[in-house]
């Protein structure tokens, strides 16, 4: 529930990493040096790598896809980065989650600034907002639409729960945000745009504004392709279709109920995060660079463990091209994980105890045990018909046959949502 920013200012490098001593070439690095090789690309090019400093984007997430997602994000030099996440580093994160290191993992530092403080070290020209929080319908326009800054132009989904991700659908498509799914489990990773309908008009309006005095002469036509040759697009007079997607509820009307696998119960190869995030940031550099024309309009998956030697096992593409008209979320434009209607209710019950009402999840307590047993961070693991109890640390949790929990140990409403989400589901 807390909410904290720690860095409003441009992220700073540590003092002895930045020192002229520590560097052969004193003084701070030209952008034109630091990006050389993608403004090169002719997708990017000078004007793409001016848009990207000027953009900001959400990720909600800093585990393993919102660490490689913000990395290669800050390493492309987008100048804005919100980081939301309600964690800290722990060990067993290091493994797969690049921006965090041993010391990290020792002081227990909550992951978004961890992460902020990673990214310092490698570029320190862009600015990383920190924001130690849970997401909730009550925060989430303070988190992605905050009135005191420039709101980021797209959200980037980085979580590992679907109640964080409708909650995403709900409040991106209700303000007209574009926003990219992604996930990944044990060996698969998958992936998928949400555009809104507003998007293209809005983005010819962007483009219109770049037409000032000698913007056009700078423009390469290759940045835009569709334009006539040698001629940027908008001078040609060609207006670049972009019609809204289907949104996540177009895909899943319903979040999945029952036991749902995550990386803490079925593990996950960094391979997958690193696969899925790539093409997320991919797809946001499309976007951010003025063309959303480019941008996939599939869910995109890929099982990259099993060579099933059909191409339609290892990877699939369904098409997510238009949205679906009886849609309850876009369509009706009825937004109840936004209202906290499909919300487990939360209340802090006894001393040191968090319960969490869920009551629309019923548990297979056998299959969840099953999962849990070779769990190294789970001790006194015990069952039967009406319960299911472990021990994580100095946390207990408690799991009733419908979903209901009670974890004892704390008072961080957080804390005891991550815990539950981590080991029962979302
Ligand atoms: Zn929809």
Known sequence: MHLNECA?????ASPEKNSPA????AGPIADADRYSRQVLFPGIGPLGQ???AASHVAIVGCGAMGAASASLLARAGVGTLSLIDRDFVEPSNLQRQVLFDEADARDSLPKAEAARRHIALFNSRITVHARIADLTPTNIADLLAPTNQPAPQIVLDATDNFEARYLINDFAVQRGTPWIYAAAIGAYAATMNILPSNLSSRTLSERSESKGEGSASTVPCSLFPVGAPGEPFWLAGVTVPCPPTACLACIFPKPPTGNVETCDTAGILSTAVNLAASIQVTEALKFL???PHLMRRT???FDLWNPAG??????SEISASTPRPDCEVCGQRVFTHLAGRDRAHITLCGRD???IHENRRPVDFSALRARLESHADIADLRSNDLLLRFRRGPLTLTLFADGRAIIQGTTDIALARSLY???IGS
Do not use: C, H
Request: aromatic share 4%; net charge positive; no cysteine.
């Open 353 to 355: 105890s968090v319960q």
């Open 8 to 12: 409003e200012a441009p992220a700073s």
């Open 421 to 423: 989400a981590r080991f």
């Open 299 to 301: 869910l995109l998956s």
């Open 310 to 315: 059909n191409a339609t096992l290892d990877r």
């Open 289 to 291: 660079t003025g063309q």
């Open 50 to 52: 001016q848009r990207l």
């Open 22 to 25: 520590a560097s052969p070439t």
